[in-house]
Structure formats: C-alpha cells, structure tokens
C-alpha cells in the first residue's frame, strides 16, 4: 500500500502556513512613506491672487521626474557654489554665511562662497529706478553675461546673491529670484526679504526668505517643478506672503525626487536640518524637522 498521498497533507499545510504568514506581513514603509504623514496638504481652492490661481500647472509626478534629462552631480563637478554681487554690510555678510550653511545641509553638498563682484559690472543700460526709487538689476543678463561665464568647472551650479532689487523684462515691477535650469546658474535678491534695510529685528525672518528662495531655485535645477502636492518650499509664490506660508521643508514627494539624484543619508541631513533651524531659533521650521526625525528615529 502507497502512503505517498498521505505524506503530501504535512507538506501541504506547511506551504499554506508559510503563504498566509508571509502574505499577513506588513511592506516596510519607505522613508518617502513614513514622513508622508508629516506633508501639509495643500487647500483644494487657492485663494486669489496666489501663485497657483494663476498659474495652471502640471503635477510633476516621480515617474515624470525620472524621466528628465537634468543636473545632476558628478564625481568631479558636484559643489554648490554662491556668487556674492554688490555691497554688502555685515548683517547681510552673515546671511551669505548662513546660506551656504543651510544649502549644503539642505542639498547634503559642499557649498563655497566665491569672492564678491561688484556692482561696477553692470553696464547702464541694464540698470533702471523702479517706481519706489530703488535700483533694479536685469535678472537675465546677471545669468547670461556674468554668472555662465563665471561657473566654475567643479560646480554643479551657481547661485547669485545680490543686494540690489530685481526685474526680469520691462513689463514687470520686479522677481525674487530667476534660474536657467540647463546651464546651472541663478540669481536671488535679498533686497526685498528685508523690506530694503536688513536690521537685528528682521533677520531671522530675511533669512527664511533666502533660504527658501535659494533652495526652491536650486531645486528647480535639479529638475524639480513646482510642487502642487502639499505645503513645500516647491511651491510657486507670488508675493513674500505666499513666500513666508510655504515651509521650507521639502514634502516627501519632492525630498523622494531629491535623493534620487543626490544619495544622501535622510536621518543625518535630519539631524543637521534641526540642529540648523535651533541654532537660528527658526521655530516653525524646527518643530517640523523634529516631526520627521520623530518618524526615523
């Protein structure tokens, strides 16, 4: 008599268990999907007047991302580099400081500041008194006659810093901030963070400004569109209002586009991050970095 069919039922049972046990086992969540939690969903109806009411953009999704030919960094050309351009005092000194402190833990680079030009480089004829009576500085030619030709080999871009006010055509009144993302380089202004005259009293509040600023623009040279799916320093921003209500947190969708091309380590730039945000008593930002690395620990 043949007992082959019987010892089939043991084997049997054990592959079901094994099956039922494994198939009951929670995925591990992604670091993208543990601190999604944390994203601040953006309001269904933007408000007037806001970026997003005027402009009507495309989701970027991560699949949209990846299929992108960007900047990314290299082996030998992998340093962020600012370009100081004008006068600067020594409050305005400090923040180029700290913004190359913030950028390289931002974006996990090296980060240099290169030696300050002056305004004497800028010809007449792309200079203008705005209405307000300040100097403005055409945008585009700091980008095409003075930053392009001054990118250094190892950078992956260069990111202007000037004290005077910006326009980027003659029908606009002025522009935070402008970028070429294929050649690597853009311009911020800190004129207007600080309403004109950066004092002790609006310091913390300018430099949130700058790094916000300055890290939306070099993210968007690393391919990254404005962001239409939470709260993020992505968003687009008409106005220094809609600037100081988006966070300067990226969201887990964009940090996820992030570190595709720049591998870092998520919970030490975390813990930079938060240690940053402390030292310079930016708070909102701080109780933000903590609600993450709470997540990671």
């Known amino acids: 008599m043949s007992l082959g069919k019987y ?4 084997t049997l049972l054990y592959a079901i268990v094994f099956i039922f046990f494994f198939s009951c086992q929670k995925k591990e969540k992604s670091y993208f999907e543990t601190i999604a939690i944390n994203d601040i969903k953006l309001s269904s109806t933007p408000k007037p007047g806001s970026w997003r009411y005027s402009h009507d953009e495309n989701f ?3 699949e949209d991302f990846q299929k992108l030919e960007k900047i990314k960094p290299e082996p030998h050309k992998n340093i962020i580099y600012l370009q100081p351009i004008g006068q600067f005092n020594k409050l305005q000194q400090k923040q180029i400081e700290l913004t190359k402190e913030y950028l390289k833990i931002y974006f996990q680079l090296e980060t ?3 030696p300050v030009l002056t305004n004497d480089i800028f010809p007449k004829n792309v200079k203008r008194t705005a209405d307000e009576g300040q100097e403005q500085l055409l945008a585009g030619y700091v980008l095409d006659s003075i930053l392009i ?5 190892d950078a992956v871009v260069l990111m202007g810093i000037t004290e005077k006010d910006l326009f980027p055509k003659p029908e606009w009144n002025y522009v935070f901030g402008l970028a070429s993302y294929e050649d690597g380089v853009g311009v911020t202004s800190m004129y207007r963070f600080a309403d ?3 004092t002790d009293s609006n ?3 300018s430099l949130l400004r700058l790094i916000k600023i300055s890290s939306h623009e070099i993210g968007h040279m690393f391919g990254i569109s404005h962001c239409l799916n939470a709260n993020c320093v992505m968003n687009g921003t008409n106005s220094l209002t ?3 209500y988006h966070v300067a947190r990226a969201c887990s969708l964009c940090q996820r586009k992030l ?3 720049i591998h870092y380590k998520h919970k030490k730039r975390l813990i930079e991050l938060k240690n940053f945000f402390e030292k310079q008593h930016l708070n909102t930002e701080l109780t933000l970095a903590n609600q993450d690395l709470n997540l990671v620990q």
Not at 7 to 10: A, K, Q, R
Not at 149 to 153: D, E
């Open 7 to 10: 010892n089939l039922i043991p």
């Open 60 to 62: 970027q999704k991560f």
């Open 112 to 114: 240099k500041v290169l």
């Open 149 to 153: 030709k001054r990118k250094p080999k």
């Open 196 to 198: 004109s005259q950066l």
């Open 203 to 205: 310091f913390n509040e």
């Open 242 to 244: 809609e600037t100081d």
């Open 259 to 261: 570190n595709s091309s």
